[in-house]
């Protein structure tokens, strides 16, 4: 079965949630910055990027792409595709957080949130193509939904 709707936002969602957040703990307080600020000055800058693409994820991206997918014989993408989204869903982000992002975003500059996003998508892009149909053998059956019963 190919991911539904339903199916492809519970995705994003756990993996910002259980991929994301831990990744940008993580590696936040080696991103390239403005000036030397401290670790705490850019996760309001970081957590905001990783909102801004959960949000619009849910909100606008997911039911383009679903929408999209209907056309396709199969009505999923290839994996190479997913990993492409990146670049139009980081192009969107990073001039809506420029606008209304944190005030801490004077430390981070291009390579701050590039390097972040980046980072981050590629390691759940990882995810979704190995380990979570490993952890969820299910998952695919499902129509991508982590939880089985929503």
């Known amino acids: 079965m190919t991911p539904t ?3 492809r936002i519970q995705t994003r ?3 910002i949630l259980v991929i994301g957040v831990p990744w940008t703990l993580l590696v936040t307080p080696f991103l390239p910055a403005r000036g030397n600020p401290s670790a705490t000055d ?5 957590f905001a990027a990783l909102a801004v693409v959960l949000v619009l994820g849910v909100i606008v991206w997911e039911p383009i792409y679903h929408g999209l997918q209907q056309f396709r014989w199969e009505r999923d993408w ?5 990993l492409l989204t990146c670049v139009n869903e980081a192009f969107v982000a990073y001039h809506i957080l ?3 992002g944190p005030d801490s ?3 981070a500059t291009k390579a701050t ?3 972040h996003i980046v980072s981050t998508w590629v390691i759940m892009w990882l995810f979704v193509i190995g380990p979570i149909r490993v952890i969820f053998p299910r998952y695919r059956f499902r129509g991508g939904r982590v939880l089985g019963g929503f």
């Open 98 to 100: 420029a606008r209304v």
């Open 78 to 82: 290839p994996t190479s595709f997913a």
């Open 105 to 107: 975003l004077v430390y």
């Open 42 to 46: 850019l996760y309001p800058v970081t």
């Open 5 to 7: 709707l339903f199916g």
């Open 13 to 15: 969602i756990f993996l």
């Open 113 to 115: 949130y590039l390097t």
